[in-house]
T-cell receptor
Framework: SQKIEQNSEALNIQEGKTATLTCNYTNYSPAYLQWYRQDPGRGPVFLLLIRENEKEKRKERLKVTFDTTLKQSLFHITASQPADSATYLCALDMDSSYKLIFGSGTRLLVRP | EADIYQTPRYLVIGTGKKITLECSQTMGHDKMYWYQQDPGMELHLIHYSYGVNSTEKGDLSSESTVSRIRTEHFPLTLESARPSHTSQYLC????????????FGSGTRLTVV
């Protein structure tokens, strides 16, 4: 069955360091992959999209990579800040039908 | 600023009651979605709509129903609430251009006692 895996353990890092989160998927050949941020009790907020023909995408302190051979995306936050503490979700449109399937997310904690 | 609104934010209701969760968006998006999310768990798609008078069931079986009579409005109804329906319900919309992602509402946290 189709599956999206994100590290369920929280990532705890020091302010100023780079946070790297991983998203692995199986049995998909998605045209693109999206990353969202979710704060407790709130809906997810869209951050970035990367297409299958793009290796890397950047937006301010965020960088996303997409390796369709490994079926993996990496999400990086450079110069992390305590305000970056949240859960980060990756999502795929598995059959280009405009229906997103979400991973369970990885919680990021940035210590001051 | 959120352009998609969900009401109520919190709802505690007794078993057997009929409830409607409201979702409205002001962006003119054709595509709208309902997801269900339990604490610490992934979002599960329960309903979606590609436009007026279009509704489909998602990947997670749900006893709820939806309607799409107007572009901006996508309410979700439970005819008879049960404790197993306790969860967070998130509404989202999309303009169809993947690069803009989904816009989510703040959610309704439903507790059935």
């Amino acid at each position: 069955s189709q599956k999206i895996e994100q590290n369920s353990e929280a990532l705890n890092i020091q302010e100023g360091k780079t946070a790297t989160l991983t998203c692995n998927y199986t049995n998909y050949s998605p045209a693109y992959l999206q990353w969202y941020r979710q704060d407790p009790g709130r809906g997810p907020v869209f951050l970035l999209l990367i297409r299958e023909n793009e290796k890397e995408k950047r937006k301010e302190r965020l960088k996303v990579t997409f390796d369709t051979t490994l079926k993996q995306s990496l999400f990086h936050i450079t110069a992390s800040q305590p305000a970056d503490s949240a859960t980060y979700l990756c999502a795929l449109d598995m059959d280009s039908s405009y229906k997103l399937i979400f991973g369970s997310g990885t919680r990021l904690l940035v210590r001051p | 600023e959120a352009d998609i609104y969900q009401t109520p934010r919190y709802l505690v209701i007794g078993t057997g009651k009929k409830i409607t969760l409201e979702c409205s968006q002001t962006m003119g998006h054709d595509k709208m979605y309902w997801y269900q999310q339990d604490p610490g768990m992934e979002l599960h798609l329960i309903h979606y709509s590609y436009g007026v008078n279009s509704t489909e069931k998602g990947d997670l079986s749900s006893e709820s129903t939806v309607s799409r009579i107007r572009t901006e409005h996508f309410p979700l109804t439970l005819e008879s609430a049960r404790p197993s329906h306790t969860s967070q319900y998130l509404c989202a919309s999309s303009g169809g251009q993947a690069q803009w992602g989904y816009t989510f509402g703040s959610g309704t946290r439903l507790t059935v006692v």
